[in-house]
């Protein structure tokens, strides 16, 4: 189903205690609002047939309103650095899951102009999700358990894409697709006054009347002149394609290429999502444990490629087929954490670069499930799709091992 003018960011080794909750409980709701944003992304994938019969269009082009979404993340991913600076870090992560939670309300109409509406909203919160996050756990995370944080941090991912998937569809069912996006509509909102409860302290280092849009060229230099980041960019790139592509087209693939029921094939997603929220907890400890994000998300590409080649022997045998979507979910969903760790770590000066170089991964996003759409247009399978896509995912691999091998000490 995943980050800048180091002017524009809180320090990483901070000479006092931070206000507000510590650790534990900024990681808490941190991760609650990843859950909740990635609920509103990937909610109209678990329903693709539903809600294609209730418009009365195929249901491949769900992959469009994906990228609709992460189109929008583009823009404000490259604004959430000033927007942090000028409202705090409390308010940005306020405003993100408000716009999750209208986001659903928007696509409960029904209607392609308040789905579209909806998933424009929903993209600018997910953009805005990460890099306040970020800018909050970055100072009170201790440096040699970045890695782990910021991967529990990201499960939230995958959890929000489970929760998506085994409740929406059989909510669904029973009282009709609109009342459903409805009622998920409500758990962003309520963490939205739980930021206004807690989350003051986190808005005390904003600069009133500092320019949202300051620094955002510099920022996009600094990502292009470090070799580091550079490759983190790229990464984030080709891995985000392939991870929402399957997380977009798994059950689709499913239903249509191999018959198998939406309840069931749902069921397999949210497997898919539980495995990726276990393999970014796992990987982050490994990248701390190897005391090397590049090399584990060098095997994170290798794994990754392999399963999209193989997602064919769900037509000759099923059992295998899941092992391949544990696999998929453990290895493909499993980067983000380390990737915004590593962004951290090589970000110069006293600041992190999350919303620049997050800017590239809502590209792959928003690139990855309309060129999967377009390409499977063409081909008329989701196996031989996913075997092209997996390309992508050798390249980052490939990418994060040369990064590696040059770091090495």
Request: charged share 0%.
């Given at each position: 189903m995943t980050t800048v003018d180091p002017s524009l960011h809180a320090t990483t080794t901070p000479k006092r205690k931070p206000d507000g909750p510590g650790l534990y409980g900024a990681l808490s709701l941190t991760t609650l609002s990843q859950i909740a944003a990635t609920s509103s992304v990937l909610a109209l994938t678990t329903i693709p047939t539903i809600v294609a019969d209730a418009l009365g269009i195929a249901p491949y082009l769900i992959g469009y309103q994906v990228s609709l979404i992460y189109a929008s993340g583009v823009f404000f991913s490259m604004l959430a650095s000033g927007m942090v600076k000028r409202l705090g870090a409390g308010r940005v992560g306020q405003l993100a899951i408000v716009a999750a939670g209208v986001g659903f309300l928007l696509m409960a109409t029904g209607t392609l102009a308040g789905i579209a509406a909806g998933s424009v909203l929903i993209g600018v919160g997910y953009a805005l999700n990460n890099p306040s996050s970020s800018h909050i756990l970055t100072k009170l995370a201790p440096r040699a358990r970045r890695n782990l944080i910021f991967s529990i941090k990201q499960a939230g991912v995958p959890l929000g894409g489970m929760m998506a998937a085994l409740a929406i569809p059989p909510l669904a069912q029973r009282f009709g697709w609109q009342v459903t996006l409805m009622l998920f509509a409500l758990f962003p909102l309520a963490l939205a006054a739980m930021y206004q409860w807690v989350g003051a302290a986190w808005n005390r280092e904003r600069v009133r009347g500092v320019p949202v849009t300051r620094g955002i060229w510099a920022g996009q230099r600094a990502v292009w002149r470090d070799p580091n980041l550079r490759a983190l960019a790229v990464i984030g790139f080709l891995f985000s394609g392939v991870q929402l592509s399957i997380s977009t087209f798994v059950v689709t693939m499913l239903i249509q290429?191999?018959?198998w029921s939406p309840l069931t094939a749902a069921s397999v997603a949210a497997v898919l999502q539980g495995f990726g929220a276990v393999g970014r907890v796992f990987w982050g400890f490994m990248a701390d444990w190897l005391n090397s994000g590049f090399l584990v998300l060098a095997i994170i590409g290798g794994l990754t490629g392999l399963c999209a080649v193989s997602f064919a022997v769900f037509g000759w045998l099923p059992a295998l087929g899941l092992g391949v979507v544990v696999i998929s979910g453990l290895a493909g969903s499993g980067w983000n954490g380390v990737l915004l760790a590593e962004t951290a770590s090589a970000s110069p000066g006293a600041g992190t670069l999350t919303g620049e170089v997050?800017?590239?991964?809502?590209?792959?996003?928003?690139?990855?499930?309309?060129?999967?759409?377009?390409?499977y247009a063409l081909l008329g399978s989701f196996t031989l799709t996913f075997s092209l896509f997996s390309t992508l995912a050798f390249l980052g691999g490939a990418l994060a091992f040369l990064r590696y091998w040059k770091c090495r000490p």
């Open positions: 290429q191999f018959g997050l800017t590239y991964t809502f590209v792959g996003v928003m690139v990855g499930p309309a060129a999967f759409a377009t390409v």
